[in-house]
């Protein structure tokens, strides 16, 4: 790992009028888990559901039970300080999955402009959870406090809303990937159903209660074969049990909507791509591959089609949702109880620009001056799609939304970033680790 003086403020991805810049740090230490929670978890765990739960999340660690359920006065400064309005008619922010790709970039981008921001995230291992611990350093630098905690602990939803009055959730926590839903589908239940519900019942309650924004996906199309997907189009094809919760995501918060009068809207993210990205994402596991000299693995489609995905950079996606929250609209009701009706909206945030598999991994050889080794099969049936390919117009009309950065832009900033942060130097065939 390169030391952190190497790792310059332009590597972190600028979003024009949000973002500038910002530097890393690292951070590979983690929180125990508290002896008396994991024994109560087990008393809980009577069912399938909460068994899964036990394991996946291993619940907060010692120092957040201290502060959410004792009060520890140093903590709860803390977050009252990270969630302070610093800009006139400012938000209060919850971001739900701080940690995580979206939701590092969210949170720094509020910050950035004088919103107060409070980051909750539960670090799981989906995947490296350093890298997230990386992002939680970052966050903390500029002064954005992060909550090691799950979204299914009502009693730390509690007491957060009790120390903040949020104007705004960012709700970005969830379980991703479509292939790991055949692996693990109640991790999938347990963060992308009931971690809504549960956070959506906190919501309810408070008074005012704040608008909603979340994190719904491209996948709730599924075998859709219109294009360019649009909002209005059929949704009740999903080809993936991750696809399922977020088209359950959207039936259960127009429900809140209705019944409670909650200010919502969901997004429907298209193959979000960058700087500080998931290491399951294709471009990111092709870019570890192709440096390390090992093959990658290139899906088709039927009958030889190359599979197509609507990449969208990073910045492109944080400035949807800041236009998301500027436009949301207030909830109605309070205590539980709606006294008219709310706001309640779906957009598409993608890039509108479809590009095929090999034609990214023709652009990440040309970055890193090296050849991939590449395995062409046809797709499994793992739940994945052939295309994607958003219909932009609605974003664009009510959000003010318009992404500017093509793929072979975005990824040149992906392999600068990628190179630095794990510590490879260029040479004149490529790069080699340091």
């Not at 890393?24 to 069912?47: D, K, P």
């Not at 909507?257 to 969901?266: P, V």
């Not at 001056?369 to 009510?398: C, Y």
């Amino acid at each position: 790992m390169p030391p952190q003086h190497q790792l310059e403020e332009e590597l972190f991805p600028s979003t024009p009028g949000k973002i500038k810049s910002y530097r890393r740090t690292f951070h590979r230490c983690f929180a125990s888990t508290s002896t008396m929670f994991v024994f109560a978890l087990f008393l809980i765990a009577v069912t399938a559901s909460f068994i899964s739960f036990q394991s996946l999340v291993g619940s907060g660690s010692r120092y957040l039970h201290h502060t959410v359920r004792g009060g520890v006065t140093g903590y709860e400064k803390q977050i009252r300080s990270s969630a302070e309005i610093r800009r006139k008619n400012g938000f209060s922010v919850l971001v739900t999955g701080a940690g995580g790709f979206v939701g590092s970039h969210v949170s720094l981008a509020l910050k950035k402009r004088g919103d107060g921001v409070v980051g909750i995230d539960n670090f799981n291992k989906y995947y490296d959870p350093s890298l997230k611990k990386s992002r939680k350093e970052l966050l903390e630098s500029k002064g954005i406090f992060i909550v090691e905690g799950d979204i299914n602990d009502q009693s730390i939803l509690a007491k957060l809303f009790e120390l903040v009055q949020f104007t705004h959730v960012m709700h970005l926590a969830a379980q991703a990937g479509v292939r790991y839903a055949m692996e693990k589908p109640h991790s999938y239940v347990h963060s992308n159903i009931a971690g809504l519900v549960t956070l959506l019942e906190q919501c309810k309650q408070a008074d005012p209660q704040p608008a909603i924004v979340w994190a719904s996906s491209s996948s709730v199309y599924g075998l859709n074969e219109m294009v360019p997907f649009s909002e209005s189009d059929t949704t009740d094809q999903p080809a993936s049990l991750y696809a399922a919760t977020k088209k359950a995501g959207e039936e259960i918060t127009h429900t809140y909507n209705h019944i409670y009068g909650l200010s919502i809207t969901g997004l429907r993210f298209f193959t979000v791509y960058g700087p500080w990205g998931r290491p399951d994402m294709a471009y990111f596991s092709f870019t570890k591959n192709i440096l390390q000299g090992k093959s990658i693995t290139v899906y088709r489609g039927k009958n030889g089609v190359d599979l197509a995905r609507d990449f969208t950079y990073i910045d492109d996606i944080v400035k949807g949702c800041l236009g998301s929250l500027d436009t949301a609209g207030k909830s109605t009701g309070s205590g539980g109880k709606k006294h008219g009706p709310a706001p309640y909206r779906i957009f598409n945030l993608g890039n509108t620009s479809p590009v095929t598999v090999p034609t990214l991994v023709n652009i990440l050889e040309k970055n890193l001056k090296m050849k991939a080794k590449k395995n062409v099969i046809e797709m499994p049936g793992n739940g994945d799609v052939p295309f994607t390919h958003a219909n932009i117009s609605l974003a664009q009309r009510e959000l003010g939304y318009h992404p500017t950065t093509d793929l072979a832009t975005g990824l040149k900033k992906f392999v600068k970033w990628y190179v630095t942060y794990y510590g490879y130097d260029q040479t004149k065939s490529g790069f080699v680790k340091s």
